[in-house]
């Protein structure tokens, strides 16, 4: 599904642009420039907010629960949320004025507004526009933007009506529940691990093999020796002929799709857990989802040939990272058995360019 995060960039006419978002526009401003991180900061435009419009678009009156500030418009906000907002949509079931990060409050578990979209969603099936706009509409006055009056096919229709069950009905449990029914929880969830942090944990477990220290904030990753720089990039500022400063990444690594799906028993699985008060023994008990022990993903990984010399030691280095991670683990969890990984069955080939050129095994 769209997020609902925008774009990034280095002015505000970057800023102002979104990409696939959630709700679109965003109520921000990007106002103070931020030298060290080369970005403008972000801040939310609580006039336009209450106008509801910005940039000459109308504001979905429902974001102001996913950005934290309460109901604008009776003028009730959140004491710690201040101007900017908190980065998770529970305020949509806070209190006014609350101080901590929950109440008391009973949370509503089935609303009117998800019944009308259900009725969108049943129209839409049976492939009549007329109703599934009509009820669609219901909701989307109510939130303040324009009604959906036109469509190029159900597939889009489909999808306008899911968005919109996830801007109405975000941060109160049923989203899961919703993807499981649509058939697409495997796609929008298991498909692939995050090659984000596949690749950022064999450098973190690479630098501390090495003995680096990261530094603070975005400069991480700039106190890492050379060997690890030409493997996994710089964006340090200044380059020279001894492979300081900015370098690209030697290697590129792709999202690892699920490869023995009909295999598995099922594809995920809930363990519950708890966290006891030492003080009271109350419990206070949680759901981890993972997949499945025995799930296998393929992997692959692309490593760009810059230089003949250290082509060698740098496939000595991507080996030492996979048998660090095989000994460590992927996301959180770990030292209670999660993210456990294990690669097998690797093969090294030359791709592109001289083909004659004997590819050094991982292993």
């Not at 960039?9 to 931020?34: I, K, M």
């Not at 889009?156 to 801007?167: K, M, P």
């Not at 999660?338 to 001289?354: P, S």
């Amino acid at each position: 599904m769209p997020s609902i995060r925008p774009a990034t960039g280095n002015t505000q006419t970057e800023n102002a642009a979104y990409v696939d978002a959630l709700f679109n526009p965003l109520p921000l401003t990007y106002d103070t420039y931020d030298a060290t991180l080369n970005r403008y900061t972000v801040k939310i435009d609580r006039e336009a907010l209450a106008a509801g419009e910005i940039r000459g678009q109308k504001i979905d009156r429902r974001v102001q629960y996913f950005l934290g500030l309460g109901d604008l418009e009776a003028g009730e906000t959140f004491k710690i949320t201040h101007n900017y907002g908190v980065p998770w949509p529970g305020p949509k079931f806070w209190c006014p004025d609350i101080e901590q990060n929950y109440d008391s409050n009973n949370y509503r578990i089935f609303r009117y507004a998800d019944a009308i979209l259900m009725m969108a969603e049943c129209y839409c099936n049976l492939e009549n526009a007329e109703e599934t706009m009509r009820y669609l509409n219901m909701v989307r006055q109510r939130a303040g933007v324009d009604p959906v009056t036109n469509f190029t096919g159900f597939e889009d229709l489909t999808l306008a009506v899911r968005c919109e069950r996830a801007r109405e009905l975000g941060g109160e449990f049923q989203r899961k529940f919703d993807l499981v029914r649509w058939g697409i929880w495997y796609d929008q969830t298991y498909a692939y691990t995050n090659n984000a942090t596949l690749k950022g944990k064999m450098r973190s477990l690479l630098a501390r093999e090495f003995g680096t220290t990261p530094l603070a904030g975005v400069r991480g990753f700039e106190s890492d020796c050379a060997e690890i720089k030409r493997l996994f990039g710089s964006s340090e500022k200044g380059s020279d002929a001894a492979g300081t400063g900015m370098q690209m990444s030697r290697l590129q690594f792709s999202d690892c799709f699920l490869a023995n799906k009909k295999a598995l028993p099922q594809i995920f699985e809930n363990k519950f857990e708890n966290t006891i008060d030492r003080l009271t023994s109350v419990a206070n008990p949680r759901q981890i989802e993972r997949v499945v022990r025995g799930s296998e993903f393929s992997f692959e990984l692309i490593y760009n040939v810059e230089s003949l010399d250290e082509v060698k030691e740098d496939f000595e280095n991507i080996a030492k990272a996979i048998d660090l991670l095989e000994n460590d683990y992927l996301g959180g969890g770990g030292s209670r058995g999660n993210g456990r990984v294990l690669f097998k069955d690797q093969a090294t080939e030359v791709v592109t360019g001289d083909k004659t050129l004997d590819a050094p095994e991982l292993r």
